[in-house]
């Protein structure tokens, strides 16, 4: 069965600091992989999906980046935090080439302070 | 792109009462509606779907109806329970694309 592995569970991070957000996927190959960013008591956002190795799409503009550097891992990255930045950070992967059915990772709870 | 619009925002009903959650979607191409259930401080977890080429469909206690006519789907949870407590989320699958736009959630209250 499939698995989606993000890690670390939680991150308290200075202003300016950076970051790098980690999630893998098993049982599975070619998965569409998504982050997508929850503010407290909000909405999901969809920061950036891709569709294969290096390919990245980018829903929003804004200071946080994503490579997928191996089929199965997909990365959330920073040069320089903001306050905004604060939320839980989910990635998720689609079982299908056109994504459909997506299943959440556990998340990644990140305060900047 | 897609507008996918989500109504109430906050549901609370007595235990064993029916919850009703709709969500109407602007692109007549999208053919693919899921539901998912957030638990606080959990993850998003899909409940159930649905695809265009049916009208309704159901698993044990809740059920998800199409309007495709009308872009509207709806979430129905009958019978409920304290643990049915959560914030439940629609999506619509944006035709040509491999991403699910979700709207704006509903925070379900079952009180005992």
């Known amino acids: 069965s499939q698995t989606i592995h993000q890690w670390p569970a939680t991150l308290v991070q200075p202003v300016g600091s950076p970051l790098s957000l980690e999630c893998t996927v098993e049982?599975?190959?070619?998965?569409?992989l998504y982050w997508y960013r929850q503010a407290a008591g909000r909405g999901l956002q969809l920061l950036f999906y891709?569709?294969?190795?290096?390919?990245i799409s980018s829903e929003v503009p804004q200071n946080l980046s994503a490579s997928r550097p191996q089929d199965r891992q997909f990365i959330l990255s920073s040069k320089k935090l903001l306050l905004s930045d604060s939320g839980f950070y989910l990635c998720?992967?689609?079982?299908?080439?056109?994504?459909?059915?997506?299943?959440f990772g556990p998340g990644t709870r990140l305060l900047v302070l | 792109g897609e507008n996918v619009e989500q109504h109430p925002s906050t549901l609370s009903v007595q235990e064993g009462d029916s919850a009703v959650i709709k969500c109407t979607y602007s692109d007549s191409a999208s053919n693919y509606f899921p539901w998912y259930k957030q638990e606080l401080g959990k993850r998003p977890q899909l409940i159930i779907d649905i695809r265009s080429n049916v009208g309704e469909k159901k698993d044990q206690r809740i059920a998800v109806t199409l309007n495709k006519t009308a872009k509207h789907f709806s979430l129905h949870i009958t019978e409920t329970q304290p643990e049915d407590s959560a914030v439940y989320f629609c999506a619509v699958l944006n035709s040509g694309y491999s991403t699910l736009t979700f709207g704006k959630g509903t925070m379900l209250l079952v009180s005992p």
């Open positions: 049982g599975t190959s070619n998965p569409n």
């Open positions: 891709s569709v294969g190795i290096g390919q």
């Open positions: 998720a992967w689609g079982d299908s080439p056109r994504g459909e059915t997506q299943y």
